[in-house]
């Protein structure tokens, strides 16, 4: 396992093992009110999806295929080919101003929708709105910073980012964790943001300063083209990240307009279990999009496929053990009367949002491979699952309670992993088209006899023996000379195993069903070149 990996999965394991100890903290400092008011924060906070516009997995994948040509020498500067580095350059200063944009935008629309969705609420002695709009103006800061680790993504420099990741990760708990034990309530998130903010604006100072210096200053003579190159994957990305937003972010908040906060409080907490198990499974095949990239750019599919095959497989592994061992913890703190079990869902709906994890992971996989290629497939499918669900939720949660809201999810889980599949396969064959086109140009088709038909020989065996039998009809001999005649053979018969002057052997060693003999299986030492 590489470094990048292993800084990534270190990430979300610590994530996965610290999460009870947040819930367990959470539960036991905040009110059941107050509870679900802070997963409905983060809930919301997702929301910005819609400002982004899914151009980080835009940028990772168009940076991966410019850096393709390009590294960073001893200084931390990018060398390299000059026109990969002016589209690289002008990719990222068109994502800055984008990101610019969209800080502002997002801590202006979340800090209203959050009055909105708040203001009617039935808790009302909870002081929500001092802490919401503390959170909304770090979201927007923190959003101007998003560019620059989806560009550190792209340009393979996941070793790095994913060791800032886990130990940003890690000082993020800890200062959660003393907000929460410090009573510092819903103001909890805001500060925990803060803090992971600082902490990225070290890194990004301290080590790759040089590296944005190089793409600040750099002449962007050959821009990406981004209505024609960017924009047309973009919004396909943007329409399938918040449709996916919508699927899943939107079920605590569902919950916490028909139910209230004390359910929606524990809709929420599972959901954060759920999450973090998704995040550390995904880490086996996040970790290689970079990769992915640069292997499409130099059309190495087979070294492509294995690796995703392989990545894959083990993200699957994790979250079946994964959702395995946590629905038996959900079982056991019921089973034991545990306190904690009053804040969280019963094992039933637990576990069928579980099994709905397992499905999406798949799901995950699947739509790495393919926005590698530069496309984004899974629009219509995502989409699609989006409306449905948005439609039904509300409908099943007033209805049947958690329980019908997960089966919703699970339901929407397995058609959009049934659609998925298929596009899968069928688009990877497509897209793969030209380089088997390419492959193919590698194999000679001449004819070993002069018959009805041509038979197909690679390339690598042209120096192999002939074939011992040559069927009728006719019977002859291919001419040894680069010459076309009325009778004769399309190409030259100048195989490895027989050169020119062999007449003697090939009537010596002949065994063939056809008259006269042609299939020698003695080699000459050498063979003249023919013009």
Request: positive net charge.
């Amino acid at each position: 396992m590489d470094r990048a990996s292993t800084f990534g999965i270190l990430a979300r394991i610590w994530q996965f093992a610290a999460a009870p100890v947040t819930l367990w903290l959470v539960a036991s400092r905040f009110a059941p009110e107050a509870q679900g008011y802070y997963y409905a924060f983060g809930s919301l906070i997702a929301l910005q999806v819609f400002l982004e516009l899914g151009l980080g997995t835009v940028i990772s994948q168009f940076a991966g295929h410019e850096w393709a040509r390009l590294a960073l020498d001893e200084k931390g500067r990018i060398a390299g080919a000059t026109d990969a580095l002016s589209r690289l350059a002008g990719l990222a200063q068109s994502a800055l101003r984008w990101y610019a944009a969209a800080g502002a935008l997002a801590a202006a629309g979340l800090a209203l929708a959050g009055f909105i969705f708040f203001r009617d609420a039935p808790a009302s002695h909870i002081r929500w709105a001092p802490a919401w709009l503390a959170l909304c103006l770090l979201t927007g800061f923190n959003i101007l910073l998003l560019p620059a680790w989806h560009l550190l993504d792209g340009c393979n420099q996941v070793e790095h980012t994913h060791a800032y990741r886990f130990f940003q990760s890690v000082l993020e708990t800890f200062a959660r964790w003393s907000f929460v034990l410090g009573g510092a309530g819903l103001w909890t998130p805001a500060l925990a943001c803060s803090a992971s903010m600082g902490c990225g604006l070290v890194l990004l100072r301290s080590r790759y300063w040089n590296f944005f210096r190089c793409l600040w200053t750099a002449p962007a003579c050959e821009r990406i083209d981004w209505f024609k190159s960017v924009w047309p994957m973009q919004w396909r990305t943007a329409i399938t990240w918040i449709s996916g937003t919508l699927i899943f972010s939107t079920m605590t908040l569902i919950v916490f307009r028909s139910h209230g906060p004390v359910i929606a409080g524990q809709m929420g907490m599972t959901c954060a279990l759920m999450a973090a198990l998704t995040n550390a499974a995904f880490m086996l095949v996040s970790t290689k999009t970079p990769r992915f990239a640069m292997l499409i750019a130099r059309k190495d599919y087979p070294a492509l496929d294995r690796l995703f095959v392989k990545s894959a497989r083990g993200a699957l592994a994790v979250i079946s053990l994964g959702a395995g061992a946590m629905a038996a913890m959900l079982f056991l703190l019921r089973l034991f009367n545990h306190p904690l079990a009053a804040r969280l869902l019963p094992p039933l709906p637990a576990g069928l949002l579980l099994l709905a994890a397992v499905f999406n992971q798949l799901n995950f996989c699947y739509g790495a491979y393919l926005r590698a290629h530069r496309r984004e497939p899974f629009m219509l499918t995502t989409a699609a699952g989006a409306g449905l669900f948005c439609a039904a939720g509300s409908y099943l949660a007033s209805s049947y309670g958690p329980v019908g809201l997960a089966a919703g999810f699970l339901a929407v889980s397995a058609m959009m992993l049934t659609a998925n599949s298929m596009l899968f396969f069928r688009l990877r064959t497509a897209w793969h088209a030209d380089q088997d086109a390419t492959d193919r140009r590698f194999d000679i088709i001449a004819p070993i006899s002069a018959g009805d038909s041509m038979t197909g020989m690679p390339a690598p065996r042209s120096a192999s023996a002939l074939a011992a039998q040559v069927p009728l009809p006719p019977s002859m001999m291919a001419p040894a000379w680069p010459m076309r005649r009325p009778a004769g053979a399309v190409l030259p018969a100048m195989k490895a195993q027989t050169g020119l002057d062999i007449c003697a052997l090939k009537n010596a060693a002949a065994s063939s069903s056809a008259l006269p003999p042609i299939s020698p299986m003695m080699s000459t030492a050498s063979v003249p070149a023919s013009s």
